[in-house]
């Protein structure tokens, strides 16, 4: 089975803060994805890689970047954490074409 | 832009009920289709997708959902319900034209009662 994994469970940290959400996937997937996940509003897209040092923009951008320095690796970046950014984040990983998605079990980050 | 709705956000069943969640999207073209579920504590879960085909496809754990593309619907459905299907499900659609991102709905929480 492909696993997804995060490194953090559940993540506090302080406004100002810069944060790393580390995701591994281990089957040589070329998409891989962040998401973040609030009270109805469903999954919402950040941003996604197809490749190696590739990226591109999901629906809501603003205040994170991400680094894909490898292919198994994808780190989503809060440059200067918010209290806005308080979420539960979903890394996920396909391969190309017309696939589904697999995802890790999620990072509740908690911004005081 | 390209969206996904689910009607029901919060749904209250007993056990044995039959199960229906809407799903729509906006047009865009040739779609694939699927539903996750997430159990509490647990990560998203692929129920089941649909790609081409017969429109009813039929899913792990006694699910179905049945693709009517005239609505742009995607429905998932299950005949009687166990407290173990207590979940959010999220309906979530990837449209050809998108270079493969996944557009997700809002989720319905299923609350199944003994």
């Known amino acids: 089975d492909v696993k997804v994994t995060q490194s953090s469970r559940y993540l506090v940290k302080r406004t100002g803060e810069k944060v790393f959400l580390e995701c591994v996937q281990d089957?040589?997937?070329?998409?891989m994805f962040w998401y973040r996940q609030d009270p109805g509003l469903g999954l919402r897209l950040i941003y996604f890689?197809?490749?190696?040092?590739?990226?591109e923009k999901g629906d809501i951008p603003e205040g994170y970047s991400v680094s894909r320095e490898k292919k198994e690796r994808f780190s989503l970046i809060l440059e200067s954490a918010s209290t806005n950014q308080t979420s539960m984040y979903l890394c996920?990983?396909?391969?190309?074409?017309?696939?589904?998605?697999?995802f890790g079990s999620g990072t509740r980050l908690t911004v005081v | 832009a390209q969206s996904v709705s689910q009607h029901n956000h919060h749904v209250i069943l007993s056990e044995a009920a039959s199960l229906e969640l809407g799903c729509n999207y906006s047009?865009?073209?040739?779609?694939?289709l699927f539903w996750y579920v997430q159990y509490p504590g647990q990560h998203l879960q692929l129920l089941l997708k649909?790609?081409?085909?017969?429109?009813l496809v039929k899913g792990i754990k006694g699910f179905e959902a049945e693709f009517i593309k005239s609505k742009f619907s995607f429905n998932l459905r299950k005949p009687s319900v166990q407290w173990s299907d207590t979940a959010e499900y999220f309906c979530?659609?990837?449209?050809?034209?998108?270079?493969?991102?996944?557009?997700f709905g809002q989720g319905t929480t299923l609350q199944v009662k003994p």
């Open positions: 979530a659609v990837k449209w050809y034209s998108n270079t493969g991102k996944l557009i």
């Open positions: 890689s197809y490749d190696v040092k590739m990226k």
């Open positions: 089957m040589d997937h070329e998409n």
């Open positions: 996920a990983s396909s391969p190309q074409g017309i696939y589904g998605y697999t």
């Open positions: 047009y865009g073209g040739t779609v694939n």
């Open positions: 649909y790609f081409s085909g017969d429109p």
